[in-house]
T-cell receptor, first 112, second 115 residues
Framework: QKEVEQDPGPLSVPEGAIVSLNCTYS??????FMWYRQYSRKGPELLMY????GNKEDGRFTAQVDKSSKYISLFIRDSQPSDSATYLC????????????FGSGTKLNVKP | GAVVSQHPSRVICKSGTSVKIECRSL??????MFWYRQFPKKSLMLMAT?????????EQGVEKDKFLINHASLTLSTLTVTSAHPEDSSFYIC???????????FGEGSWLTVV
C-alpha cells in the first residue's frame, strides 16, 4: 500500500464550479499537510500548508484535514480556467521531518 | 512565500558531456534540499536528499556516480549529470526545506535535453 493515495483524474469541471480534490494516507504520524499546484512544464507551487487537523482558508482555496479518517481535501470555489493544473498533496510527520510523501497528483481541467 | 531558484531553466547538451543544474534558496537557509526527476504526465520521482556539508542520500535505483549532488552551502545545491545520454533527457526539479521548517518549496525546474 502506498503511503499517500490520490486519484490521478483527469477531473473536468465547468468554470465557476466548486472543485474537491482529495488524498488519503496510511501513516498516523503525518501531521504536516501541503497542497501544491503544478502547471505544465513548471515546478510545483505551494498553495496551502496545514498542521494537524482542521480547516484553513485562503481566498478561493480551503484545505481540510481529518486525521481520524486519514483524509485531506482541497476545495476550490468559483473555479477558473487558470486553475487548470495538476494538484499534488504532500505530507510529513514527526517521525521523520525531512521525509515528504507525495500523492501522484490530480489533473484538473476547468472549462470556460 | 519562500523562493527557490533553479538554473538553467532549459539546457541542451551533447551526448557524453556533463551538465550542471543549480538550486538556490533565495530568502532562507536550507539545511535539506531534494532533487526530483519528472517524466511527462508523471508524478515527481525523488532522486536524492542532500544535507548541507554531507553526502547526498540517493534513492534506490539512482546512480550516484552519474547524478552528482553537491550541497556546499545552506543556500546552494547542484546536480551534475555526468556523461549524459539521451535517456537522461527529463525535467529535473529541486526543492528545499527551511531550517526547522516542516514544508518544502520547489524550484521552477530545469528541462534537460541530451542530443
Amino acid at each position: 500500500q502506498k503511503e499517500v493515495e490520490q486519484d490521478p483524474g483527469p477531473l473536468s469541471v465547468p468554470e465557476g464550479a466548486i472543485v474537491s480534490l482529495n488524498c488519503t494516507y496510511s501513516n498516523s504520524a503525518f501531521q504536516y499537510f501541503m497542497w501544491y499546484r503544478q502547471y505544465s512544464r513548471k515546478g510545483p507551487e505551494l498553495l496551502m500548508y496545514t498542521y494537524s487537523s482542521g480547516n484553513k482558508e485562503d481566498g478561493r482555496f480551503t484545505a481540510q484535514v481529518d486525521k481520524s479518517s486519514k483524509y485531506i481535501s482541497l476545495f476550490i470555489r468559483d473555479s477558473q480556467p487558470s486553475d487548470s493544473a495538476t494538484y499534488l498533496c504532500a505530507m510529513s510527520g514527526w517521525d521523520n521531518f525531512n521525509k515528504f510523501y507525495f500523492g501522484s497528483g490530480t489533473k484538473l481541467n476547468v472549462k470556460p | 512565500g519562500a523562493v527557490v531558484s533553479q538554473h538553467p531553466s532549459r539546457v541542451i547538451c551533447k551526448s557524453g558531456t556533463s551538465v550542471k543544474i543549480e538550486c538556490r534558496s533565495l530568502d532562507f537557509q536550507a539545511t535539506t534540499m531534494f532533487w526530483y526527476r519528472q517524466f511527462p504526465k508523471k508524478s515527481l520521482m525523488l532522486m536524492a536528499t542532500s544535507n548541507e556539508g554531507s553526502k547526498a542520500t540517493y534513492e534506490q535505483g539512482v546512480e550516484k556516480d552519474k547524478f552528482l549532488i553537491n550541497h556546499a552551502s545552506l543556500t546552494l545545491s547542484t546536480l551534475t549529470v555526468t556523461s549524459a545520454h539521451p535517456e537522461d533527457s527529463s525535467f529535473y526539479i529541486c526543492s528545499a526545506t527551511p531550517e526547522g521548517g516542516n514544508t518544502i518549496y520547489f524550484g521552477e525546474g530545469s528541462w534537460l535535453t541530451v542530443v
